[in-house]
C-alpha cells in the first residue's frame, strides 16, 4: 500500500520545464498521485462521480460504486485483502547469500524510469512503446542495456506491435531490433545460472498474448472467450513473465485479467509471476494456492447483479462463510502454528500511473 503524506507538505513539480515550489494541502494523496494533481495529469473525483462507472474499464471504480454495483464482490475482496494482510509472508525465502534479486518493472510506454533499486535481474513485462514503431522499441532496448543489471529480460505487450507481424508497420517489415544484452522472451524459456548466489539457476519463461482490447494495430491479441494458456507454460518455468495478469489478481475489482492464464498458473505455480497491462492494479500479492484463494475466485468471478440479487444469493453467502472459514484457519496455521504453507508471488509491475501519460508507480523488488 502506498503511503500517505502529512496533512501539509511542499511537493517539488515541474511545470514547463522549471522545478516550482508548491505549498498545498494534499494529504489524503500518495507522492506520485500528488505530484500528478500538481501537474495538471490528474483530477480527484468529485462527490457526484463517486457513484458513476469509471470512464475506461481501466480504470479504479470508486467505493461507493462498487459497493452499490455489487455489494457481495466488494465484501469478498475486501475480507480476501484483509486475510492476506493478516497471513503475513507464506513464501519460501533462501538466505541472504542465496537470494536472487529481481527488480520488476512494465508498461513504461517510452519513458525511462530513475533511479531503479539495485539487483542481479530486471524484467520488463511489457509496453516498453506508444506506437510500437522500431524506433521506439530501439530507444527502450538501449536504455534497457544500459542498466546495471548482470541479466535484463523483456517481453512485448499490446502496444508493442513491432514484434507481431500481424500489426508491425509497414515501414518497419523488414528491419530488425539491435538486442545488445537484452534477453527477449516471446513463447520462450530462459535458464540463468547466477555465480554470485551459490551457482543457483532459474528457469524464465515469457509470454505476450492478452485478450483484446483494442484494434488490429495492438500486438499479440485473442478473444477472452479463446484458450491462449493452457499447456503452454513449461511445469520447470521458476518464473514467469506475462504482459496480462491472471485474473482476480491485481487487475482490479472488475478482473481484467485472463481466466485461462489463472488455470494455467494454478498448474505450474511458479515462484514468481510478473506482468503488467492494468496499470491501476500495480502491487505484489502472496497466493498459497488453498482453498482460501480457490473461494475467493470462485465469488470474484460471479457476475454484478447488483444489490438486491446479491442479498438473496444464498449460495454465494456460504461460499463466502466458508471462505471467512479457511481465511481464519490459515492464518492461524500460518502465525501461530508456524506451518509450512508455501506459495508465489505475484507482481504487477505497470510503472505508468493509471491513464496519465506520465510514470508514477513503484517498481518492486523480490527476492527469491
Request: aromatic share 8%; hydrophobic share 35%.
Amino acid at each position: 500500500m502506498q503511503a500517505y503524506l502529512a496533512l501539509v507538505r511542499d511537493v517539488t513539480v515541474q511545470v514547463n520545464r522549471r522545478p516550482t515550489r508548491v505549498s498545498t494541502s494534499l494529504g489524503m494523496y500518495s507522492d506520485s498521485t500528488a505530484a500528478l494533481i500538481c501537474r495538471g495529469k490528474y483530477k480527484p473525483a468529485t462527490m457526484a462521480s463517486l457513484f458513476k462507472p469509471p470512464s475506461s474499464p481501466f480504470e479504479p471504480p470508486s467505493i461507493p460504486y462498487r459497493i452499490l454495483n455489487s455489494p457481495l464482490r466488494f465484501l469478498v475482496q475486501t475480507v480476501y485483502a484483509f486475510f492476506l494482510l493478516l497471513r503475513g509472508s507464506i513464501v519460501h525465502k533462501p538466505p541472504s547469500t542465496s537470494a536472487i534479486r529481481i527488480i520488476c518493472i512494465s508498461d513504461t510506454h517510452t519513458h525511462k524510469s530513475q533511479n531503479l533499486p539495485p539487483g542481479d535481474v530486471l524484467i520488463h513485462a511489457g509496453d516498453i512503446t506508444n506506437d510500437g514503431t522500431l524506433a521506439e522499441v530501439q530507444a527502450q532496448i538501449d536504455w534497457l542495456s544500459s542498466l546495471p543489471y548482470d541479466h535484463k529480460i523483456l517481453i512485448c505487450g499490446n502496444h508493442d506491435s513491432f514484434f507481431d507481424p500481424k500489426s508491425r508497420r509497414r515501414d518497419d517489415l523488414r528491419r530488425d531490433v539491435e538486442w545488445r544484452d537484452v534477453h527477449y522472451l516471446q513463447h520462450s524459456s530462459l535458464e540463468l545460472k547466477f555465480t554470485k548466489r551459490e551457482n543457483r539457476q532459474l528457469t524464465f519463461f515469457g509470454a505476450p498474448q492478452i485478450p483484446q482490447c483494442g484494434g488490429k494495430n495492438f500486438a499479440f491479441q485473442y478473444r477472452r472467450t479463446d484458450d491462449a494458456w493452457s499447456g503452454t507454460i513449461p511445469p520447470e518455468t521458476d518464473v514467469l513473465i506475462t504482459h496480462t495478469p491472471p485474473r482476480h489478481h491485481l487487475d482490479l475489482p472488475t478482473g481484467l485479467g485472463c481466466d485461462y492464464l489463472l488455470r494455467e498458473v494454478w498448474k505450474v505455480r511458479p515462484s514468481l509471476h510478473v506482468f503488467g497491462h492494468v496499470h491501476a492494479g500495480n502491487g505484489k500479492e502472496e497466493v498459497g494456492w488453498d482453498e482460501t484463494q480457490r473461494l475467493f475466485e470462485k465469488l470474484c468471478a460471479r457476475s454484478e447483479r447488483g444489490l438486491l440479487m446479491d442479498i438473496i444469493d444464498v449460495r454465494a453467502w456460504i461460499d463466502l462463510g466458508q471462505l471467512i472459514i479457511h481465511g481464519m484457519l490459515g492464518i492461524f496455521w500460518s502465525r501461530v502454528w508456524g506451518g509450512d504453507v508455501g506459495g508465489s508471488i505475484l507482481v504487477n509491475a505497470a510503472l505508468m500511473y493509471g491513464s496519465s501519460g506520465q510514470l508514477g508507480n513503484p517498481s518492486h523488488v523480490v527476492e527469491i
